[in-house]
């Protein structure tokens, strides 16, 4: 099958900051321009195949809303914290899944790899890289927790990195 | 809604030993009785999104085939090995999600609890527990990997720990 339609070159990443208690989430369009964002937070108190359902179930949710076309999901970091990195890995299988469930291929990213695609610089700060992301998609003020606007650096890493611009 | 039966007491664990290159499986019926064991085996060259779907739409046609009332997983024990805890986790988020998504509860038992419940004795050898398996379900010789035969140990382990006999 061909179908040519004159907005085919507009690509849509989704960008992904995996986590257990809470899970940022970006979409970015071609010339960097950020079509929403956000985070799914679960709930502590829930046992964990509710919340590990939880993370299904929104992320779903998003990828039937934006239809985006690539997923970008920062690596895990391996800490000494088993604890953490269980449960984080956890999630990530079940975003893996779902990314799988709807055909959306994805890369991932290391934390390094987004500081440095983004400011240039593999050990950047929080805040720099926070406003380079607002220089760059031209939004000022990123509201949201941290999670969520590291969400946006990853799906711009993506861009930058695999030449969608 | 109230449905009596005759069969209402038989009970079928769903025992799993998680993993991420093969995760072994086996349904226990009541009176410790082996309905049905196996194992799902991922391809190391495939691609991780891929192998946690063959992961949860191998385990789906398990629940659906067999129909079991409740589940058993063993618990990850944590280890040096970043990459293993880190695959065996996202595989662990994938059958945790699975479950759910079929409405069946989990409990989760450490290889500890599974060798003391079985055998009486935590630090038995891999041999002993086997041995044990054997005579309690009444079968000689259980074949295949030792995924698939420590999966039967999960779920026993539940039966008894539970009062599921």
Request: charged share 25%; hydrophobic share 45%.
């Amino acid at each position: 099958m061909k179908l040519w339609r004159n907005s085919a070159n507009r690509v849509k990443i989704l960008g992904i900051d995996p986590g257990f208690d809470i899970v940022g989430w970006s979409v970015v369009r071609d010339g960097m321009k950020l079509v929403d964002y956000g985070f799914i937070k679960t709930s502590p108190s829930d046992p964990i195949d509710e919340r590990l359902l939880q993370i299904h179930r929104s992320l779903d949710v998003i990828i039937k809303e934006y239809a985006p076309d690539e997923a970008a999901v920062e690596k895990l970091f391996f800490n000494s914290n088993a604890k953490t990195v269980i449960d984080v890995s956890k999630a990530i299988g079940v975003i893996v899944l779902t990314l799988k469930l709807n055909d959306l291929a994805f890369s991932e990213y290391t934390p390094v790899q987004v500081k440095q695609s983004v400011t240039g610089f593999g050990h950047a700060e929080k805040n720099q890289v926070k406003f380079v992301i607002e220089k760059l998609t031209g939004t000022a003020f990123l509201k949201g927790p941290d999670d969520a606007v590291d969400s946006i650096g990853i799906a711009l890493c993506h861009m930058l990195r695999s030449g969608v611009r």
